[in-house]
């Protein structure tokens, strides 16, 4: 049974920093795509970054240049650098996996879904 699990969530200022991790109860880590999702309030959920298997990533253009999303296959966790966080950064950021994904930025082929962690930048 797959099981994601994120932390890192928090509420920062704007200009601020933080690293959210997703921790995946997964046999074969190795053969998932991982994503990072959000969806703040009023609003769907919509596609932040991912990274395929051998480390090949994708970013909305919003992030660009501020997000950073990693995984360490010998922890099974994929993390989510945040930094010069804004106030429209601020939702529920959600940790989601694809078997043998590409790492897409659609959200219908990602299987699992983790539970979601509350960011919120204060301006």
């Known amino acids: 049974q797959v099981r994601l699990v994120e932390s890192g969530g928090g509420l920062v200022q704007a200009g601020g920093s933080l690293r959210l991790s997703c921790a995946a109860t997964?046999?074969?880590?190795?053969?998932?795509?991982m994503g990072w999702f959000r969806q703040a309030p009023g609003k769907e959920r919509e596609f932040v970054a991912a990274?395929?298997?051998?480390?090949?990533?994708k970013y909305v253009d919003s992030v660009k240049g501020r997000f950073t999303i990693s995984r360490d296959n010998t922890k099974n966790t994929v993390y989510l650098q945040m930094g010069s966080l804004k106030p429209e950064d601020t939702a529920v950021y959600y940790c989601?996996?694809?078997?043998?994904?590409?790492?897409?930025?659609?959200?219908?082929?990602?299987?699992?879904w983790g539970q979601g962690t509350q960011v919120t930048v204060s301006s």
């Open positions: 997964i046999r074969t880590f190795n053969n998932y795509a």
């Open positions: 990274i395929t298997w051998s480390g090949s990533t």
């Open positions: 989601a996996a694809d078997h043998l994904g590409s790492g897409t930025a659609q959200i219908s082929p990602y299987e699992f």
